[in-house]
Nanobody, 119 residues
Framework: VQLQAFGGGLVQAGGSLRLSCVAS????????IGWYRQTPGKQREFVAG???????DYADSVKGRFTISRDNAKNTVWLHMISLEPEDTAVYYC??????????????WGQGTLVTVSS
């Protein structure tokens, strides 16, 4: 499985960005796809995920601001982020896994895309 994430960049606080993750190399529709983020010195943390059954999950810190969506026909997952805060600054990784929960660092990972939110 290969995952390519892109769409990061520099944005002012209150702004928005949309991240994309394109998967290849294995069936997409039966896998859960999630977004995680990591800042220097901290463990990678779950942000949002979409299971193969259509359940959408979010970390409490991003609920109401981030929206995850997937298109199985395009092997693509998006993370639409609004009302961005400096605390959202991180490298964002997409993840593909067979398990349908997010509390383990398992599966395949993309290369990461940097999101920087300036105050």
């Amino acid at each position: 499985v290969q995952l390519q994430a892109f769409g990061g960049g520099l944005v002012q606080a209150g702004g928005s960005l949309r991240l994309s993750c394109v998967a290849s190399g294995s069936p997409f529709s039966n896998r859960a796809i999630g977004w995680y983020r990591q800042t220097p010195g901290k463990q990678r943390e779950f942000v949002a995920g979409a299971t193969s059954g259509g359940r959408l999950d979010y970390a409490d810190s991003v609920k109401g601001r981030f929206t995850i969506s997937r298109d199985n026909a395009k092997n693509t997952v998006w993370l639409h982020m609004i009302s961005l805060e400096p605390e959202d600054t991180a490298v964002y990784y997409c993840n593909s896994r067979l398990t349908q929960h997010w509390n383990t660092q398992t599966g395949y990972w993309g290369q990461g895309t940097l999101v920087t939110v300036s105050s």
